[in-house]
């Protein structure tokens, strides 16, 4: 009897409970793509033609007009590609277009984070054979080459700019400014812009030159620095000597002046 009185209530019904449940949807990306899983060649930068690739967006009232950013992990070559939507097969058409000529060294695998704009992955994988790693959920920091070029992007593409408007001729200059213009680099000192042709061949098959005419071993200790780097940069990469601090230049000055105050001292009671 008191299992029945259920039916005495307003509702007829037992409990409350939903009537049609929610189905859980497939996730777009495959654990196996996860950045977790890329090699150590690539997150140490050791291998050329891995790629980061990134969407730029703009405000909404100047239209959907978006630019997608390239940039290559080791050389830090950029390349910018204007699209239409957000639509992720025109997006994707885009960036295949792209690196579609590059050898095959040259386009290893590519870097996306796991945006809407990049869930066509698996053609760019099949058509091109590139494989596609992604970052970690919320996680755009997993790929900071292209997110710092993007920061620098900012003063000539801010959000206030209609992209749609400017030509392709503007784009390519864009470009090439970015690229020819030196930046530093994770190993210390300057890295020119102009590195990306050369890193296209091994290190072992660029020979240097001695003073007496020989070709000699072309390894990282007897290559000269870059024109570009500083000064003093290039006088310690030549003698292997410690670059100094500007804390020694701090200790230096006060060392210094206390010897001054000592020598005036000194003549004051003599």
């Not at 409990?15 to 777009?28: E, F, L, V």
């Not at 140490?44 to 959907?64: I, V």
């Not at 050389?75 to 050898?103: C, G, Q």
Request: glycine letters at 4%; hydrophobic letters at 35%.
């Amino acid at each position: 009897m008191a299992q029945e009185l259920w039916w005495y209530l307003p509702e007829h019904r037992r409990a409350r409970r939903p009537r049609r449940a929610r189905k859980r949807r497939a996730p777009k990306f495959d654990r196996d793509v996860s950045i977790l899983f890329r090699p150590d060649d690539v997150a140490h930068r050791r291998e050329f033609g891995h790629w980061e690739g990134d969407l730029m967006l703009f405000k909404q009232s100047l239209g959907q007009t978006n630019v997608t950013s390239l940039v290559e992990r080791v050389s830090r070559f950029t390349v910018l590609l204007k699209n239409a939507n957000r639509r992720t097969k025109p997006v994707m058409t885009e960036i295949v277009k792209a690196v579609r000529d590059l050898p095959v060294a040259g386009r290893r695998s590519i870097t996306f984070d796991r945006g809407t704009e990049f869930v066509s992955w698996p053609h760019l994988q099949a058509q091109l054979g590139t494989q596609t790693w992604f970052c970690d959920p919320s996680s755009p920091w997993q790929k900071g080459t292209v997110e710092n070029t993007n920061r620098r992007l900012r003063r000539w593409l801010p959000r206030q700019r209609d992209v749609a408007a400017m030509t392709e001729l503007e784009r390519k200059q864009l470009c090439d400014q970015l690229n020819n213009t030196p930046v530093s680099a994770s190993a210390g000192g300057l890295l020119p812009r102009p590195f990306a042709k050369r890193s296209w061949r091994k290190s072992a098959d660029v020979p240097t030159v001695e003073s007496n005419g020989n070709r000699a071993s072309s390894s990282a200790h007897t290559r000269k620095p870059p024109i570009c780097a500083p000064r003093w940069l290039r006088e310690c990469r030549s003698t292997r000597a410690r670059p100094a601090k500007a804390c020694d230049f701090g200790t230096n000055l006060i060392k210094t002046r206390a010897m001054r105050d000592r020598e005036f001292r000194s003549d004051d009671v003599g």
